[in-house]
């Protein structure tokens, strides 16, 4: 083999090892943002997987200019991944025992007005709250579930998520302010200790 082929075939695995271990480096952060879109802590391991294999499928085809490139473009596998997932359950005929609101009614609605209030995540945050967000974010309508999930979990601007969810910037506004409401209401009125006795019941029922 001549020499030239010999550097370009190490090169390129140099590239692929490096790539691997910057995928390998967002794990954490993807199956943040997993525990938002789906409920079922093993339903977020999956969503995760099928998100590691896409991106590492892609081999020499990845290129990014930075680290925040490549955060977004993982995002954006996971997001199509959800997608695929709850349209498949919305289309099966035997139907899924992960219940999903209705579609975002309200995708056109623009709200202009900068929401500057805490967010319900914020205002929670000292509580041992982990399961009450997990569902409070399994209730949101799915499309406003993605958003929500991007902005309060991701920490990704407006413009960071019309870019990975492929929406118009109005209406990313308007799916984020309609699922801060609807968190609002659920986790405001949420108490600790009857989270705490439906997990007991349930854990007595199935006993």
Same mark, same amino acid.
């Given at each position: 083999m001549?020499?030239?082929?010999?550097r370009?075939?190490f090169?390129?695995?140099?590239?692929?090892?490096r790539?691997?271990?910057?995928? =390998?480096?967002?794990?954490?952060?993807?199956?943040q943002?997993?525990?938002g879109?789906?409920?079922?802590?093993?339903d977020a391991?999956d969503?995760?997987?099928?998100?590691?294999v896409?991106?590492?499928?892609?081999g020499?085809?990845?290129r990014? =200019?930075?680290?925040?490139?490549?955060?977004a473009?993982?995002?954006?596998?996971?997001?199509?991944?959800?997608?695929?997932?709850?349209?498949r359950?919305r289309?099966?005929?035997?139907?899924?025992?992960?219940?999903?609101?209705?579609?975002?009614?309200?995708a056109?609605v623009?709200?202009?007005?900068?929401?500057?209030?805490?967010?319900?995540?914020k205002?929670?945050?000292?509580?041992?709250?982990?399961?009450?967000?997990?569902h409070?974010?399994?209730l949101?309508?799915? =499309?406003?579930r993605?958003?929500?999930?991007?902005f309060?979990v991701g920490?990704?601007?407006? /413009?960071?998520?019309?870019?990975?969810t492929?929406?118009?910037?109005?209406?990313?506004?308007?799916?984020?302010?309609?699922? /801060?409401?609807?968190?609002?209401? /659920?986790?405001?009125?949420?108490?600790?200790?009857?989270?705490?006795g439906?997990?007991?019941?349930? /854990?007595?029922?199935?006993?």
């Amino acid at each position: 083999m001549a020499f030239p082929d010999l550097r370009r075939r190490f090169n390129a695995r140099q590239r692929r090892a490096r790539f691997e271990r910057q995928v =390998e480096a967002q794990l954490p952060a993807l199956m943040q943002i997993a525990s938002g879109l789906v409920y079922q802590p093993a339903d977020a391991e999956d969503l995760v997987h099928d998100t590691c294999v896409k991106a590492l499928g892609a081999g020499d085809a990845a290129r990014f =200019e930075n680290e925040a490139a490549l955060r977004a473009w993982l995002r954006q596998i996971m997001v199509n991944h959800y997608r695929d997932r709850y349209r498949r359950e919305r289309r099966s005929p035997v139907g899924s025992n992960r219940t999903h609101a209705a579609p975002d009614d309200y995708a056109n609605v623009v709200e202009l007005v900068a929401n500057t209030e805490p967010s319900p995540l914020k205002s929670i945050e000292d509580r041992d709250s982990s399961s009450a967000i997990r569902h409070a974010f399994s209730l949101l309508p799915p =499309e406003v579930r993605v958003v929500s999930v991007l902005f309060l979990v991701g920490e990704f601007s407006y /413009r960071e998520i019309a870019a990975i969810t492929e929406s118009p910037i109005g209406t990313v506004m308007s799916r984020l302010s309609r699922g /801060r409401a609807m968190l609002r209401e /659920r986790l405001g009125a949420w108490d600790p200790r009857n989270e705490a006795g439906r997990e007991n019941g349930e /854990r007595s029922t199935h006993s």
